[in-house]
Structure formats: C-alpha cells, structure tokens
C-alpha cells in the first residue's frame, strides 16, 4: 500500500501544478490537507528533488510580498505528459479495481 | 513567556536533529532538503498571528519527524528511475573507458621512453590530471537568483542560497556576495555559496 501510495503522491504533485506554479510551502500545505496522502510536509520534499531532477518540474525564483524570494516549481513538457499518460492508466485501474471489489461484496 | 529567540532555537534544534537525521545522503542532496525545510518552516510561521511555543511545535509536528524524511529521502535514492540508472551507467562505462585509453596511450609513451633508456618520472602528473576537473567560478553578484543559477549550472558548479543581510545594496532575490569568489578556481560540483538579502535588511 505504501509503494502505491508514493507512486500516486508524486502524479498528484503534477496535478496541482497543472493549472499553477505553485512554491513548496503552499504545494506540500495542499497535499497534506488532502489527507491520508502524505505522512508529513517534510516528506514531499525528497519527492520534489527527484522529479526535478527527473526533468518533470523544474524551479525558479520569485519574490515574495513578505519575507525573502521562493522556490516555485513549474510543470514541464515531460511532466505535462507523465500526468496525462498516468491520468489514463489510473481511470482503468480505479475502474478495474472498484468492479471486482463490488462483486467481492456481494 | 517564549520570545522569538527561544522560538527560532527550537527551530533550529529541530533543524540540526534532521540535518543529523539525513547524514547518509550526499552533501548536495542534504544541503538541499535542509534549505527547502528551512523555507517551509519561515513560510509557516510568517502565517502565524502570534508566534507562540504551541504554534511553532505544530508546525514542526506537520513538517514530520526527522527520521521519516531521512527514509523518504533514502528510499528516492535507491529507486531512481530507469532512465537515470542507465544514464549513470553509461557515465560509469565513458569513465572506464576514458581511463583505458589514458593506460594505452601512456603504455606506449613508456614503453618508447624505456627503449630509449630515459627515466619516468612523469607518470603522476598525467594520472593526478584526470582524477578532478578544476573550473573557473562565474560571477553571479548583482544576477538574479534564476540567472545565478544557470549560469552555475552551465559552469558544472552546485550552489546553495543563504538568506542574509549584508551592506551590499542590492534588492532581496539578487546575489550580494559569493564564495568562491568569481575568477577563482574550483573543483567541478563545487557547491557555490550565494548570499541574498532577505525581505527587510535593518
């Protein structure tokens, strides 16, 4: 479950990003409030050092309206491309799995 | 009553449990974490209406116990993608084979210097040049940050970013200061220290 769990969190990554740039805080904030998804903040942010250096988001700086300049994260083409491939093989899995455990229920 | 300072010394033990929690991850990766927990939690407590002892310690408990970003970050480095593997791989095999065609050509040279019954006294200097690649630091003062870091990452440098006040002028987001300084040399990798003023410098 844990193994799925960290494949999925990262698509949800580049799903917040989809529509907007988003900096770390508010990005790991998102996921968190989620719930169930994250065990904590600080854990996203080995997850985001990979796809970067994945080439699925990369970062610039912006300032900020108080305190110092952040860390945004962008979507990249390749990224763009992970998402909407994943977003189709999630639907037949979801699909797939919710069939068999409804039978299983009855 | 905690003032500020008990409260940024709270912070800041939590702060070195994870940068002892995450020792077995490469300098550069560990540098990195720590700086983008060190943001989180500033933007965290910038949210705050008051900067209570409770506030701050819930902040922390969201960001998580040091030792579970230490495993997510572990974990991340033993299953790197496919891609980079081989990426990694063909470095390693470019390496080999660099250092095979050095062996080669220097057996050669060797060979024809023994023939010829001169000394060989100059095999360290030629192995000792292909072990690391020294680079010239670019100047990035004055550079926004996103400018710094291309031009760094062009050069094959690393970098980190300290938050600071320094009497420099420059706006919050562009380099003040350096080190290495620009022109010097320094091995390849390196990790570049750049300075940037925070919002408000007294």
């Not at chain 2, 080999?96 to 060797?110: A, C, E």
Request: charged share 20%; hydrophobic share 40%.
């Amino acid at each position: 479950m844990s193994q799925m769990r960290r494949g999925a969190i990262e698509y949800c990554v580049l799903a917040l990003l989809r529509d907007r740039d988003m900096y770390g805080f508010e990005l790991t904030r998102a996921l968190s409030t989620a719930g169930g998804l994250v065990a904590s903040e600080g854990t996203v942010y080995p997850l985001l050092t990979r796809i970067r250096q994945d080439g699925l988001v990369e970062t610039f700086w912006e300032p900020s309206p108080q305190g110092p300049p952040r860390r945004y994260y962008r979507l990249t083409n390749d990224g763009r491309l992970a998402l909407e491939t994943f977003r189709t093989q999630w639907r037949q899995f979801r699909d797939t799995v919710d069939t068999i455990m409804k039978g299983s229920d009855e | 009553m905690t003032t500020n300072s008990d409260l940024d010394q709270i912070v800041d033990q939590y702060l070195n449990r994870l940068e002892m929690a995450l020792g077995d991850l490469p300098s550069e990766r560990r540098q990195q974490l720590i700086e983008s927990i060190t943001d989180h939690i500033s933007e965290a407590r910038a949210t705050l209406s008051a900067n209570s002892e409770v506030a701050v310690r819930d902040i922390l408990d969201r960001v998580g116990q040091p030792a579970d970003i230490a495993a997510e970050a572990l974990a991340d480095q033993t299953t790197s993608s496919p891609l980079r593997a081989s990426s990694t791989r063909r470095k390693v095999v470019a390496a080999v084979v660099i250092i095979f065609i050095v062996f080669l050509v220097f057996g050669t040279f060797l060979a024809t210097r023994i023939n010829n019954g001169a000394p060989s006294t100059t095999i360290n200097v030629t192995t000792s040049t292909v072990t690391s690649v020294a680079r010239v630091v670019p100047n990035v003062i004055g550079m926004s940050l996103n400018s710094a870091e291309n031009a760094l990452q062009q050069a094959q440098f690393a970098y980190m970013i300290v938050f600071a006040c320094t009497g420099s002028r420059v706006q919050s987001g562009d380099v003040a200061a350096q080190t290495p300084s620009a022109g010097s040399s320094a091995a390849e990798g390196t990790s570049v220290r750049l300075v940037t003023p925070p919002k408000s410098c007294p």
